[in-house]
């Protein structure tokens, strides 16, 4: 299929790209401002993007809230934050393992 068919498919689905990464944008500067307020840094790398997975898909949910996909997509990640906070792991993650390869 070539890009502007799947491209005009998620607009039908999810609504215009530039409105949903405004919307993305403001939910994910409240989050992090609210960690801050509360922590007094920085939200953490790592738990920035398990939101922003998460924020992902409650944007797309809000235009098309009877899309189940998106709703199994969003239990998805859920579970697999889930899982990767029951892992054991360093204080701080070494970065330069993962971009040396």
């Known amino acids: 299929m ?3 068919e799947t491209l005009n498919e998620r607009q039908k689905d999810y609504g215009n790209y530039g409105k949903g990464i405004q919307l ?3 939910l994910m500067r409240a989050i992090q401002d609210r960690y801050k307020d509360h922590h ?3 939200m953490p790398d790592i738990i920035v993007q398990r939101f922003y997975d998460v924020v992902n898909k409650l ?3 809000a235009v098309t809230p009877e899309h189940i996909d998106s709703w199994h997509d969003l239990a998805g990640y859920a579970t697999l934050i889930e899982r990767d ?3 054991p792991r360093e ?3 070494n970065t ?3 971009l040396r390869s």
Do not use: A, K, Q
């Open 24 to 26: 993305r944008s403001v």
């Open 91 to 93: 204080p701080s993650v």
């Open 85 to 87: 906070l029951s892992v």
């Open 2 to 4: 070539p890009v502007d």
């Open 59 to 61: 944007t797309r949910l």
């Open 96 to 98: 330069d393992v993962f």
């Open 40 to 42: 007094g840094e920085d």
